[in-house]
């Protein structure tokens, strides 16, 4: 059974502040504290504080040329600082716990010109990264006009505003990356993504005709054939820096331990692969258990399950039981079993699995096919995301296969859901107090609610349709959260679904080509974003009460980040999945002030949901 709702509340935002904080502490760390001195006038700088013992970066903020960090690990340091702009010199230092010494920078000459660094998603999940020397206005680079309008409709939903412009090519390249996007091929054979044939003519929510193709051949032809430079468009609209809120603000990023020769992804088995995520460690998901540990996906080859004690920065890795098999999300169930969902990996049309990993015996005492009836008939299924019920049954999303699938604890069954939309393309699921499953489908922008007991499925179509959604979540109110990424002149938005009226609200992200890709609510009722569009890819805050947006930009600017996980004190933690160099466990504090312990811990114990099992709203 389904049933369609759209209601609609359309809100523009502002900038805002929030308050001030307590001390705190970390027993056995050190501080530091320091100026950054220029001629030249900037603001907001960023220091970066290596430990080059434990491989871990912490990053602040200048304020009025002021900056300190806390919790620092005792060991050997680097310490630079840096802007759009200007570079300072690098000092070392010895820092001992309990120390708390004082440190000046200053800006002796201009940061080397670079190209601007676009992060594009390319074809599904890959992530390709363009520099490009040339920006221009949004109106140079896409003049308006028809093609325009569908480029907007289609492409820019999921590709962003800077995907066309830097890739110029001939009339029959375009007509070839239009073939797949239509399924030219598919007549006899099987999509090999869930992006493959996702333009097909009559059975799209994209409504993609024969005439918009045409139309949109021409216009990119015209304006993006093989003469035509490499561009961006350039950033005319950014939530400003401020200097107040970051200056109290603290990134940790634990580098992921690398690979010693011959051994991990530097194996003649594992180096010898083809595809994006060879050669390198890559992580994707983060979740913390009950012990204060968090633990990351890393898409790599092999695939591994890794753990990190923050308060140690020691890190331990476990090979997946196929290791090439892929591996995506990763979620941890209220009795600390560690689960994971097999992906495309190296052996797309191989059986995928559940994979339940016990932390205390290291042993992955789970492996489960999650359609063992093939009640998907379709030779290519990968699975995805996953949540948990009050009975701790599993769901796991099938993002190539249109259905999610349940895990009986009890019994043991598995059974599979379609969901009854065409091309579905479940992207994110999420539990509710109420047991039902929320689902994000990026081939729409729908959002889909699975009722768990009676198994019928209600579409939820946002005002801004169709658009690209990849995550979804709930608060402690039990409303769902969700980003919407812009197209082109179309802002990115969040989108808000209140249970009890079934009303959605839109609050526009003031920032140019925001693409936000997960949201989550922290104690205080703030959205947390992970945002990989405007100027850097950014964590921002949004506050529901006043509707202001912060933007706290990320160590690594140009590394997306997929998830954020919430600590009960407000941490949001995050892996820099873009990296190519630096793969690691981010973590942003809000307010250093308010660091007592760097272990992770949710409110309600994992698998981290703003709600106890069994408490229930009423609300259906």
Known sequence: ???????????????????????????????????????????????????????????????????RAVALFPGNYEISAATKDLKSDVQKLVIKAGDSPKVTLTFRQPAAAADRAIVNANEGETQGTSRVRIEQSYDEIYPPGPGREIAERTCMICHGENFLSTQPATVGTWNLRLDRMMGKNLFDKPPASYAEGLLTYRASEL??????????????????????????????????????????????????TPDPPGQGINAPEFASLKGQFVGRRVGQDVRFDNDGNVWLTDRGY????????????????????????????????RLGIVWLAEAEGQQPGAEKHLLGFNPKTEKFEYIIPMDPDHVLRNPLKWLQSIAF??????????????????????????????IPTHNAIPYGIIADRNDNMWIALWDSGNIAKFDTRNNEFTIFTPPTYPSQIRRLNVDAQNNIWFGMWAAGNRPGKLGKLDQTTGRITEYIVPRRNANPYDVSQDPEGNIWVADVGGSAASIFKFNPRDQSFTLYPKPQKTADTPKVQITKDGAIWYAPRGSQDAPAFGVLYPDMDKITTLGAFYVNGPPGYPFKPGVSTGTK
């Open 1 to 67: 059974m389904v049933r369609r709702h759209a209601l609609v509340l359309v809100v523009a935002l502002a900038a805002g502040s929030f308050a001030a904080a307590q001390t705190a502490t970390v027993p056995g760390a050190a501080s530091l504290s320091g100026t950054v001195e220029s001629s030249a006038p900037y603001s907001a700088a960023q220091v970066f504080v290596r430990n080059t013992d434990k491989r871990m970066l912490y990053m602040v903020y200048t304020n009025a040329k002021r900056f």
């Open 207 to 256: 409504q993609f005709s024969r005439e918009d193709r045409e139309t949109l051949v021409q216009y990119l032809a015209k304006n993006f054939g093989p003469a035509a430079p490499p561009r961006a468009v350039r950033i005319d609209k950014e939530i400003p820096l401020d200097e107040a809120k970051l200056g109290k603000a603290q990134f940790i990023e634990y580098y992921l």
């Open 389 to 418: 019920d009050s009975q701790n049954n599993v769901y796991v999303g099938w993002i190539m296969g249109g259905a999610i699938a349940k895990f009986d604890r009890a019994t043991k069954k598995v059974t599979v859901f379609t």
């Open 302 to 333: 092999p695939n591994r399950l890794v753990k990190l004690d923050p308060r140690t920065g020691i890190q331990k890795s476990y090979v997946l039981p196929t290791p090439t098999n892929g591996n995506h999300d990763v979620n941890i169930d």
